[in-house]
T-cell receptor, first 118, second 112 residues
Framework: AQKVTQAQTEISVVEKEDVTLDCVYE???????LFWYKQPPSGELVFLIR??????QNEISGRYSWNFQKSTSSFNFTITASQVVDSAVYFC???????????????FGQGTILTVHP | DVKVTQSSRYLVKRTGEKVFLECVQD?????MFWYRQDPGLGLRLIYF???????EKGDIPEGYSVSREKKERFSLILESASTNQTSMYLC???????????FGPGTRLTVL
């Protein structure tokens, strides 16, 4: 069975602070995919990043960066110099190898509510 | 641009009513999903469909059914709504062979 744990239920920071959102996963698949989604107050989940299990290179996109560590089964997300517009619920998700009856299913974590105060 | 739409943003129904939630995608995606989102529980998969007229149960299918008569449309049905089905319902789609899912804006359903 697959499982994703986001231990931080809520995080509150002041604008310009850096913040890291934690994600720990469990899977028996040797090939898998990890995702981060952002859910702003409007409600629609927005895809941020996908990472394949065979690619442990960290990624940076503007103020966002992701740290994938297979050894600790973690895929953490850091926002540098946070802004009020970053306030949202962030979800980490895990998908197994494609094929069979998986049909692209994802397992989501509980979500972390990030509030950035001006 | 990828687009998933849901028929209502907010819906209020009474216990025992039959409720239809509609989802339409315009990307010709094979896979479609229905989730419910509750505080502290994240997104939980109710049902999904990988082709027209094909459906599979997700993690919490009890009390729900689905219909997919056309590729672009996936309906979630609450046969007899109950108060514990008050929740945010999210629809998503993805192309075959890909894992990125694209989400609609959600329907916040309240059952009184």
């Amino acid at each position: 069975a697959q499982k994703v744990t986001q231990a931080q239920t809520e995080i509150s920071v002041v604008e310009k602070e850096d913040v890291t959102l934690d994600c720990v996963y469990e899977t028996r698949d040797t090939t898998y995919y990890l995702f981060w989604y952002k859910q702003p107050p409007s409600g629609e989940l927005v895809f941020l990043i996908r990472r394949n299990s065979f690619d442990e290179q960290n990624e940076i996109s503007g103020r966002y960066s992701w740290n994938f560590q297979k050894s600790t089964s973690s895929f953490n997300f850091t926002i540098t110099a946070s802004q009020v517009v970053d306030s949202a619920v962030y979800f980490c998700a895990l998908g197994g190898k494609m094929g069979g009856t998986s049909y692209g299913k994802l397992t989501f974590g509980q979500g972390t509510i990030l509030t950035v105060h001006p | 641009d990828v687009k998933v739409t849901q028929s209502s943003r907010y819906l209020v129904k009474r216990t025992g009513e039959k409720v239809f939630l509609e989802c339409v995608q315009d990307m010709d995606h094979e896979n479609m999903f229905w989730y419910r989102q509750d505080p502290g529980l994240g997104l939980r998969l109710i049902y999904f469909s990988y082709d027209v007229k094909m459906k599979e149960k997700g993690d919490i299918p009890e009390g729900y059914s689905v219909s997919r008569e056309k590729k672009e449309r996936f309906s979630l049905i609450l046969e007899s709504a109950s108060t514990n089905q008050t929740s945010m319902y999210l629809c998503a789609s993805s192309p075959s062979g890909k894992r990125e899912q694209f989400f609609g804006p959600g329907t916040r359903l309240t059952v009184l």
